[in-house]
Structures are given as structure tokens and as C-alpha cells.
Antibody
Framework: QVQLVESGGGLVKPGGSLRLSCAAS????????MSWIRQAPGKGLESISY????????NYADSVKGRFTISRDNAKNSVYLQMNSLRAEDTAVYYC?????????WGTGTTVSVSS | DVVMTQSPLSLSVTLGQPASISCRSS???????????LNWFQQRPGQSPRRLIF???NRDSGVPDRFSGSGSGTDFTLKISRVAAEDAGIYYC?????????FGPGTKVDIK
């Protein structure tokens, strides 16, 4: 069945880096845009980045621009989020989802905590 | 950024009664292709969001037909015709027309 599984979250100090991964299965991965959306503890949802099927189109929210980089490897059916210069306000559950705007499939999320 | 507002932010509904959530956008959500990219999501406690409705009024596969979406321009509504126990959770509208795509603050639905 169609599935997304995120990994790579953890506890990191301010200024540190993490790389999140999202493994997809059950659909023609390279045909779809993919997104990262995050949810801070007890808060709402924020779309932070998306990438096209061939990686030719990417976009970032201002809150992460210049610090986060989205990429994908279609041979591995995976999308990634490289997060640098992490701040306390980046603490959240990070979800990957299919599409920039369709968001019809979501993973279970991976938790990122930024704290000294 | 497009600001999405929802009302009410909290709703307590008796089992079997109807419920309605309003969502407003700060600007038109009509995309260049003529479509309106307004989605509704349900998030049950401890779970990932689940899409219920896409492009204003299209119900996702497996979503009970008691859920319906409507609206145009900047005003949209999610209706539940007869609330069931499993409908408890937070409901978010989201616009996918203007980047960054933005979500409403959420409406918490509690079942009495």
C-alpha cells in the first residue's frame, strides 16, 4: 500500500545539523512532488519545503530558507531534508507528504528537538 | 503570506448532530489553472493529519459521506451532517494556491 516513513529525527544543540529521510513505497515515486511539513509541539501545521519529481523545482518557507535543503533520490524512493543552523523554534514533528499541495498521503512523522 | 482563519476554534457537538467549520482566506484562492486549492484535514490525537476534502468539495476515498466541503473565493465550509464518535480531533483548512501554502489554526472538535 502507499506508505511514507520518516526517520532521522533526534535531539540536537542549537546551531547543529540533522538530516531527515522519508522512504516512500506503493506508488510511482518519481512522478510526484514531495513536501516536508512540520508541527511544533501543541501548534498547527507549517509547509516548509517541496521538491518536484525530477528535482528541478524546489521551494522553501522563509522560516527555513538558507538553512534547510530538500533533495531526493528516485532510485531509492526517498526524499531528504538537510537541516543546518538549527534553532529552538525548529523543534517540531516533521512529516513528509505527497505533492506540494495535494498532501493526500502523510508519514507518521519524526521528532526534532533543538535544545542545549 | 495568505492568512487562513477558522471559526470556531473549538466546537463541542452532541453525537448525531451536525457540525460546521468556517475557513476564510486573506486573498482569493483561485489558481492560474482555474482550480481552487483548498483542502481540509483531520488530525486525531496522536496521529498524522489525514486529508478529507481536496479542491473545496471533493471527498477523499474512504471518507464517510457525512463530510462535505463547499465554498468559493475566500470563504469555505466543512460540514459534518451527523457527528460520530470517531470525528473527534482537530480540523485544519489549508490553501495550496499561493506559496507558502498555509494552514488555518485548527478547530478542535469534541463529541458530547
Amino acid at each position: 500500500q502507499v506508505q511514507l516513513v520518516e526517520s532521522g529525527g533526534g535531539l540536537v544543540k542549537p546551531g547543529g545539523s540533522l538530516r531527515l529521510s522519508c522512504a516512500a513505497s506503493g506508488f510511482a515515486f518519481s512522478d510526484y512532488y514531495m513536501s516536508w511539513i512540520r508541527q511544533a509541539p501543541g501548534k498547527g501545521l507549517e509547509s516548509i519545503s517541496y521538491i518536484s519529481g525530477k528535482s528541478t523545482d524546489t521551494n522553501y518557507a522563509d522560516s527555513v530558507k538558507g538553512r534547510f535543503t530538500i533533495s531526493r533520490d528516485n532510485a531509492k524512493n526517498s526524499v531528504y531534508l538537510q537541516m543546518n543552523s538549527l534553532r529552538a523554534e525548529d523543534t517540531a514533528v516533521y512529516y513528509c507528504s505527497r505533492g506540494p499541495r495535494r498532501l493526500d498521503v502523510w508519514g507518521t512523522g519524526t521528532t526534532v528537538s533543538v535544545s542545549s | 503570506d495568505v492568512v487562513m482563519t477558522q471559526s470556531p476554534l473549538s466546537l463541542s457537538v452532541t453525537l448525531g448532530q451536525p457540525a460546521s467549520i468556517s475557513c476564510r482566506s486573506s486573498q482569493s484562492l483561485v489558481y492560474s489553472d482555474g482550480d481552487i486549492y483548498l483542502n481540509w484535514f483531520q488530525q486525531r490525537p496522536g496521529q498524522s493529519p489525514r486529508r478529507l476534502i481536496f479542491k473545496v468539495s471533493n471527498r477523499d476515498s474512504g471518507v464517510p459521506d457525512r463530510f462535505s466541503g463547499s465554498g468559493s473565493g475566500t470563504d469555505f465550509t466543512l460540514k459534518i451532517s451527523r457527528v460520530a464518535a470517531e470525528d473527534a480531533g482537530i480540523y485544519y483548512c489549508m490553501q495550496g494556491t499561493h506559496w507558502p501554502f498555509t494552514f488555518g489554526p485548527g478547530t478542535k472538535v469534541d463529541i458530547k
